[in-house]
């Protein structure tokens, strides 16, 4: 008998194709095995999963029509905003501009950086310099999580250079830091510094980044979503400041001094003042002007690009550069995202299929529905609250209705009037500010959406408590009209019933029907809920895949998606008496994925997500009408023993 150690996940390396394998062995390589042989990655992409593949389709036809309508072939159609997008597009294109102006659009605000005297200048000139540079700290306004109708004011600290504070713990990361430091340089060099001084802000750059890699949140402390409400009163936040004139940077961003306002990291506030102070300054201004020159080299000329290109080329193995009008259509889709996906969706998204869709999205809620009535571990008085917060769930099929008031604000400045790539992106980033700003005072709008009709995923927000399902994945092999029923709900299906799990999974199980974070458990049910969940954090944890071992308590919230997900899929299945070998197998299809080295170690440090073939594998092993559909005994490489199984919902 094999140890359950070496079973999790299947036998065999998921990484590796190896055609022939049983689906009782290894399900994700029997179904993938010849896809993961013959699909090539991208020269200018780190990895080609299933979403992947949806996604270069959509981009390709999404290229061509920007080409289109900016060359005049053809007319530009009647979505608000989207000749705006054109223009954008345009001017993002234009390489022969964007190549002899080479850093001349930056230099001004490059200079103001530069020119920053001490400590008392920067405190004086902060609110002003926070609409194009990075600050040691950030505000936005979001959905009060305890009260959702009212937008309240949220503060949290920067990021780091490398993508995760784990990351700094790692053999690579001296390596990457060297990258960056030396890319930093020479980038600065190019918009005019010194070279003395470019390496002076660059190594000053690097030892603030240190500091704040062992303060700031990790990724794992990042996935647990309540744990950053922490509201406090105004005053008691700005007494925790000590040489940062905060009252001063709040009255002259925001306007005024609320009365309150949410902490996300408390840690990094009770560090605030080892980290922002006088003794600091020469650390905090290099650091802000590597952000700023990394961040602004791609709105400026081919060789900004490519000098820009290699500390991202080391963290995700990329090959090459994406083109020029790559970039052009990515720049456009980018800032007017939302716009861009409504016209995707009213191109190239049928009715019958929003309509065959939206039936089995009420299937799928009807069967949840009945498994949570159902439910064995759960005592009636939690079950009703369940399916109050079930029945009030919102639905967004597609692409919205409307476009968000932000877009009509956004106005594109073309060349021949003084206009280039960096100064539209500046523009757009102060009034995307503003906007943000505005909303504190405003209610909240739960007719936005999370997610643009061109963007290939689906989501939850348990703020707003709906689901988001943009047009883009309603696609083969995730869904298509065509396909038999059960190979849809091993797609689409798997995916709406995991959306609907996250509003009961390990954080939107803290949040009501109405989008607030508050307690409708009873005490019993909730402990048993923590054992469950501690149990799928188990599950997972330590799993090798390739370079790395998974963190089970970062992507815990997503496997519990995962398995409620799956587990719905197959009850609506056998409902219709579907052929259930076909729905798993499409399961272990949507998660096809190979991927470069590099890029699994950077997305592994940050992701909330376990990887695609582990999460079609160990979901898989927990279904028992999987041993049942394939005949799996004891001795295969799927078999996991019962009482490993997890089962939540």
């Known amino acids: 008998m094999k140890k359950i150690s070496t079973i999790r996940g299947g036998s065999g390396d998921v990484i590796e194709p190896k055609v022939g394998t049983r689906p009782q062995d290894n399900i994700y390589l029997a179904v993938n095995s ?18 992947d593949g949806i996604d270069v389709n959509v981009e390709k036809h999404l290229m061509q029509d920007f080409a289109d309508f900016a060359s005049g072939k053809k007319e530009v159609p009647n979505v608000p905003n989207l000749k705006k997008a054109v223009k954008l597009y345009q001017l ?22 530069a020119e920053l005297k001490d400590f008392s200048d920067f405190n004086l000139k902060a609110p002003d310099l926070t609409t194009f540079a990075s600050m040691p700290f950030g505000f936005d306004v979001e959905p009060d999580m305890k009260n959702t109708k009212v937008n ?17 713990q790692t053999e690579d990361a001296a390596k990457l830091l060297t990258i960056l430091q030396q890319q930093s340089v020479k980038l600065l060099e190019m918009a005019g510094i010194d070279p003395a001084v470019a390496e002076k802000y660059a190594a000053d750059a690097i030892k603030f980044d240190a500091k704040l890699a062992k303060v700031v949140k990790s990724s794992e402390e990042w996935a647990d979503y309540p744990a950053t409400y922490n509201p406090m009163k105004i005053a008691d936040f700005e007494a925790k400041f000590s040489e940062f004139k905060i009252d001063y940077y709040l009255k002259e961003v925001i306007g005024e001094e609320p009365a309150r306002i949410i902490v996300a990291e408390p840690r990094y506030l009770d560090h605030i003042n080892e980290l922002v102070n006088k003794d ?71 009715s019958e299929a929003k309509k065959d869709v939206e039936d089995m999205i009420r299937r799928m809620l009807t069967v949840y529905k009945e498994r949570l009535a159902k439910n064995s571990w759960l005592s009636e008085a939690t079950k009703k609250k369940a399916i109050v ?42 009034e995307e500010q503003k906007y943000n700003i505005e909303q504190l005072h405003r209610e909240v709008d739960r007719t936005i959406w999370a997610m643009p009709g061109n963007l290939v995923n689906a989501c939850y927000d348990p703020q707003r408590n709906d689901l ?75 799993l090798e895949y390739g370079p790395v071992k998974l963190n089970g308590k970062q992507i815990v919230s997503e496997n519990i998606a995962d398995q409620g997900g799956l587990t719905a899929a197959v009850e609506a299945a056998k409902n219709e008496n579907d052929d259930l070998k076909k729905l798993f197998e499409n399961f272990a299809r949507i998660w096809a994925n190979k991927q470069l080295t590099e890029s699994i170690k950077t997305q592994t440090a940050v992701d909330v997500h376990a990887p ?21 005994k004891p001795e295969d490489g799927m078999w996991l023993e019962p009482d490993k199984r997890v089962h939540i919902w």
């Open 92 to 113: 993002a294109s234009d390489f022969d501009k964007r190549n002899r102006e080479g850093a001349e659009p930056i230099k001004s605000d490059l200079a103001l950086l």
């Open 152 to 168: 309240v004011l949220n503060f949290a600290g920067p990021g780091t250079f490398l993508p995760d504070t784990t990351t700094y």
């Open 612 to 632: 695609g073939p582990l999460r079609a594998n160990v979901q898989t092993q927990c279904q028992d009408d999987f041993y049942q559909a394939f005949d799996v």
């Open 468 to 542: 988001t399902f943009p047009a883009a994945i309603l696609q083969a092999p995730f869904y298509d009209l065509k396909q038999d029923r059960a190979t849809n709900f091993g797609g689409i299906g798997t995916v709406i019933a995991h959306e609907v799990s996250h509003a009961f999974d390990n954080n939107g199980a803290q949040f009501d029907e109405l989008g607030n974070m508050t307690n409708w458990w009873t005490d019993e049910d909730y402990a048993e809920f923590k054992k469950r969940t501690q149990a799928e954090i188990d599950l997972f944890d330590g």
């Open 280 to 350: 600091n300054f020469e650390e905090i201004k290099g650091w802000m002007i590597v952000n700023f020159i990394n961040d602004v080299a791609s709105e400026l000329s081919q060789s900004f690009r490519e000098a820009a290109f290699p500390f991202s080329q080391a963290l995700s193995g990329q090959p090459q550069l994406s083109d020029g009008v790559k970039q052009a259509y990515h720049i456009a889709n980018g800032s007017f995202s939302e716009v861009v996906g409504v016209y995707y969706g009213q191109t190239y998204f049928g």
């Open 34 to 51: 010849d896809w993961l042989e013959k699909t090539k990655i991208p020269s200018d992409r780190s990895r080609m999963a299933s979403f």
């Open 389 to 430: 917060k079930l029945e009030a769930l919102e639905l967004k099929i597609g692409y919205p209705d409307k476009i968000e008031e932000i877009y009509n604000r956004l106005e594109v400045i073309p060349a021949n009037q003084g206009g280039s790539l960096y100064s539209n992106e500046r523009a757009f980033a102060i």
